[in-house]
């Protein structure tokens, strides 16, 4: 149980817990603040529903009844008021550039959250010049397993989920650089590329000497599966994308993509501007655009227009009303976005497995005809998807989890766990 002793009325020193609206996720967090001798105050950041483990605080400031505070790991901040009889802090907590509704309520010895600690072993394993990764190991026997996070997330949002795996594996995790206590080597050059991630979890196998383990990527972490599936498939047993296999993880020539192919006319042009325009680096760049990238990216715009058309009006109308997203603050999140690459060949046996629908978040819709609509063509647009990897990749085994989560390993942890374990004990 969390909750630091009685704190007087005129303080904020204490526990202090509310739920956290991440996506469909309600994430039950708790912030443990205490004062110094000298006067300053200090904190302690608990996500238990992602991790015992303790989150530090980077500052927190408490004036005139306006509470602050940021937590650097979590690329979180929280502005909120306290209320008259100091028990309620009503407030708004931004995560990267989502602003998300939080109320914090002083915690009580009966209404304090409980959560059991996970046992598990950190440890920092080098994988480039300055770079260090925290590795997780919860132990167990069996096959090695590999978990790797989505963006934004460390290696402890498996906490909970990785226990269930070690009666049958030797499970670790890791934290990609960039974020919790890894090493974040500065945004530049292809730092924090695809391939560049991709040999950092090739450095963890080797160091910790693991024969072929079967590496688990959730979101983002499909890119990580892909470049080394696709580079070296000698590494690895297998791999098991968590609602990962998108079009970062694997790019179906025939169809496209507009982010994928976007970038790519983008680093083609630099290239044919940093080029004088007598030399062949220039020459080709221009050649290779106007026979490949050009036509391919105005298919993916007569793709978008044909989809967009096809949209009930009051679907259109809606999503037309809502404000532009805020590019991402530059720094590993966007370097990581920058950097994916175009995979189409990954010849390792594959477990996809596909939330329908993805949670839709702030997405989502008051109007019930339109959150139909909206919902209705999500599901069209991952079965198109599904479908694309069952044709793209004859290794893989599509798997669909009806209304699940994103977080699909912890919204429908039976289901994941049933298919890991038959997908695992099939292979050789």
Known sequence: MLLAGAACAQDISGDWQGNLADGARQL???FRIAKTDGGARTATMYSIDESSDSIPVDSVTFTHANFKLSVDAMHLTYRGKLSRDATLVKGTA???????PLELRRATRETAYQFTPVNHRVQFINVDTNVNLEVLDWGGSGRPVILLTGLGNDAHVYDQFAPKLTGAYHVYGITRRGFGASSAPPPTGNAYDADRLGDDVLAVIDSLKLNKPV?????????????VGSRHP???????????AQPYAFYDRERGD????????????????SAPMLRGESASAIQELLD??????????????????????ALRAFLASRPAPRPPTPGPFAAIIAGAQKYTNIPVPILAIFAVPSHLGSMAASDPAVRADFEASMKASIEAWAKVVERGLPSARVVRIPNADHYVFQSNEADVLREMNAFIGSLP
């Open 28 to 30: 039950r967090v708790v």
């Open 94 to 100: 931004r995560r990267y550039n989502r602003l998300l």
């Open 215 to 227: 590496l688990v990527g959730h979101s983002v972490a499909g890119e990580e599966l892909s470049s």
């Open 234 to 244: 000698e590494k690895v047993s297998g791999l098991i994308y968590l609602d990962a």
């Open 258 to 273: 507009f982010d994928l192919d976007w970038k790519e006319i983008q680093r083609k042009v630099e290239q044919m501007k």
């Open 292 to 313: 490949t990238s050009l036509p391919a990216f105005e298919r993916d715009l007569r793709d978008v227009q044909k989809n967009w058309d096809a949209m009930p009006e």
